[in-house]
């Protein structure tokens, strides 16, 4: 591929030489699964860039891979071919213990269902990622019940997430991934399980914490969700397609 | 971090976690009393025999003390020999025969033991006098029961019965002094004791210079090797057995005991043991998502493990202590039933608790736990993220 080209690609990917440096960079990612003889390629070379403070929807049909990529960005699972760095270090290939340590500081997850640890408080379940980051107590129960009153349950922080509704967790679950000031907030369907009110609250709130300088990446079939961000990555089959 | 969510993940199945540590609770008792029962004896049996400070004892040669009605002539000749060595500070004979007590229209038969009250090691008065004249005698609560017989009462007391002739050889009116309990005595065992004098009388003709054992006080521990040698050498027709001989004899004897304490013990442990992994491992796989999920927010494996290795650790400790009293109890209740044991002294504690046991049986159960938590929990922790989080999410 010659520079020319190579660049022409990552300008329309959203990267050009005037922008800042990109928080997130892929170059022909790949992500193929075993299934039994054969191999299901989920995911066959995307390259694309995300700068810093980008509001990013991925969407697609269901079974194009964006799941798959996102995983990829987030340093929970190895591309088959390719590489994805983020701020500048190639994520791809680390081991288990690094990109433990990297995801600790660096990647903030949404998850479709909430994941909170049900034993937990509110709070208790935002201070989780900054207890295993070191922060001492005192320090983490301030931010967590800065963060909770961010996200508007500053009166919740001592309800377990059995006690909260729907929405109620999946804010619970924003302020738990902003808890370490991560480099980017990936959200995987983050409106997938709450109603269309709810739904748009959350939407509000990605806006919000974007607008505040957040980078956000969030997968969704939702449109409403889709149409907030600033720049939408279409997928099909495994690969970007122009919108 | 790792405390609140062990603690909140045990408290979360508290049924379960109660069962599991009733569970190690038993298995815990269990494994203490056969810690207890391995060393006990022993160490028991090494008290008895040193309570009285006497470190040598001489029986007839080739025989243990009492284990044969045999007895050793000229007794005073072995007593004047051994008194001429600087290292044997007291010298106590000792006689072991039978007597036969008429009361009212049957004859109760017991122990006897002749001794000189002043050096005996082979009783404690509980009251009255020790029977130091020589036409006295003790008796224990069990001879004092056959007989209804009490302090002060006069005795008419035989030995030597002749079944054939239903005569006896020798009888004497003694009176009673006072209670005593036998150190080395059976349970449920009439016993008596009177001078040594008095009971080799008894014997005839032919036993007033026997006796069945010598108890042998040397100066200091150091020379009770030597002073041992040497009594073998001096005295041809006697075995010296110091307590460690004795205690080898004893070893010997209780080998079988202890060999079903370590079995049962290992058996006890290896059941706390799977108890508790069974329930590490329910615990671990209801939790495979929100372990992936930790992983995914950047909580390290070592922290994962660590987190429900001590959940592992604390219901065994909780079980361990909670077996440690049940342990207790269920050894005092079964040190009573050994203790009838026949021909084994009453003293002697099969379950005898020593700190170090209930460390060892503690120590064993808090490794048993480590074990039990870190195979589980690192499995579940090294799943791949992504794939677990998508089938759990379908699950
Ligand atoms: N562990 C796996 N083993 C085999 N195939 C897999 C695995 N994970 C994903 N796939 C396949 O990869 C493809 C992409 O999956 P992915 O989850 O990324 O899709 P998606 O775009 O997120 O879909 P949806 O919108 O329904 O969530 C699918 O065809 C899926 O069946
Ligand atoms: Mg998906």
Redesign the interface.
């Known amino acids: 591929m010659t520079l020319a080209r190579e660049k022409a690609v990552f300008s329309w990917a959203g990267y050009d030489d005037e922008a800042p440096p990109p928080v997130v960079e892929a170059r022909d990612l790949a992500r193929d699964y075993p299934f039994g003889a054969e191999r299901v390629h989920a995911l066959r070379g995307v390259t694309f860039a995300i700068t810093e403070g980008e509001y990013i929807a991925i969407a697609g049909p269901s079974g194009c891979g964006k ?2 990529l996102l ?1 990829l960005i ?1 340093v ?2 190895h591309p088959t071919r390719g590489e994805v760095c983020i701020r500048g270090q190639n994520v791809g290939g680390m081991r ?2 690094e990109a ?6 660096n ?1 903030g ?1 949404v ?3 909430f ?1 909170l ?4 408080s509110a709070r ?1 379940n935002v ?3 900054m ?3 070191g922060i001492a107590r005192v320090e983490r129960a301030a931010r967590a019940r800065e963060l909770l009153s961010y996200v508007g349950l500053e009166a919740r922080e001592r309800h377990r997430p059995a006690q909260l509704s729907g929405g109620e967790q999946q804010r619970v679950a924003i302020a ?1 991934a902003l808890a ?1 000031r991560p480099a980017i907030l990936l959200a995987d369907e983050p409106t997938g399980e709450l109603d269309a009110k709810t739904g748009a609250e959350i939407i509000g709130l990605f806006g919000r914490l974007n607008a505040d300088g957040t980078t956000v990446i969030v997968v969704t079939h939702d449109e409403d969700l889709a149409s907030s961000a600033h720049r939408k990555i279409h997928m099909r089959d495994g690969v970007i397609v122009p919108g | 971090m790792r405390f609140t969510l062990a603690w909140a993940s045990l408290r979360r199945h508290g049924t379960r976690t109660l069962l599991a540590i009733l569970g190690v609770a038993v298995a815990a008792a269990m494994l203490l009393d056969m810690v207890m029962m391995s060393t006990g004896m022993r160490e028991s049996f090494r008290e008895l025999l040193l309570s009285r400070g006497y470190q040598l004892r001489l029986a007839p040669k080739g025989t243990l003390p009492f284990d044969t009605d045999a007895t050793m002539e000229s007794a005073s000749r072995i007593t004047a020999t051994l008194r001429t060595n600087p290292s044997i500070v007291t010298v106590s004979a000792v006689l072991g025969g039978t007597i036969h007590v008429p009361t009212g229209n049957r004859v109760v038969t017991s122990a006897a033991l002749g001794v000189d009250p002043a050096v005996q090691g082979d009783y404690e008065l509980l009251s009255g006098r020790d029977p130091v004249g020589s036409n006295s005698i003790a008796a224990n609560d069990e001879f004092l029961a056959a007989t209804g017989a009490t302090t002060g009462d006069t005795l008419d007391v035989a030995t030597g019965y002749d079944p054939q002739l239903r005569t006896y050889a020798g009888s004497m009116r003694l009176v009673l002094t006072g209670r005593v309990r036998f150190l080395y005595g059976a349970a449920n065992q009439l016993a008596t004791v009177m001078r040594l004098e008095t009971l080799q009388k008894m014997g005839g003709a032919d036993r007033t210079d026997d006796a069945s054992l010598f108890m042998i006080r040397v100066r200091t521990d150091a020379e009770v090797e030597a002073a041992r040698a040497w009594v073998e050498l001096n005295i041809p027709d006697v075995s010296a057995i110091s307590t460690a001989t004795a205690l080898a004899e004893v070893d010997k004897r209780l080998r079988y005991f202890r060999q079903l304490a370590v079995i049962l013990g290992t058996v006890s442990l290896f059941v706390g043991f799977l108890l508790v992994t069974t329930l590490v491992t329910v615990s671990v796989n209801e939790r495979i998502g929100e372990i992936a999920v930790m992983r995914a927010l950047g909580v390290s494996k070592k922290h994962v493990v660590q987190q429900i290795v001590i959940e592992g650790v604390a219901i065994s400790l909780a079980g361990a202590i909670g077996g440690l009293a049940l342990g207790l109890v269920t050894a005092k209740y079964l040190n009573g039933i050994l203790s009838s044991f026949p021909g084994l002294p009453s003293a002697i504690d099969f379950f005898l608790f020593q700190p170090k046991s209930a460390w060892t049986a503690l120590g064993l159960l808090t490794i048993s736990g480590i074990a039990a938590g870190v195979y589980p929990s690192f499995r579940a922790a090294s799943l791949p993220i992504a794939t677990t989080l998508r089938e759990d999410a379908i699950a």
């Not at chain 1, 433990?100 to 500081?105: D, M, Q, S, V």
Request: a neutral charge.
């Open positions: 799941s798959t995983n987030g929970i699972d288990d213990r433990t340590a990297f995801r600790l500081r990647i997850f998850f479709q269902r994941y640890m049900p034993t937990l208790e201070e989780l990622p207890a295993e980051a738990r370490n």
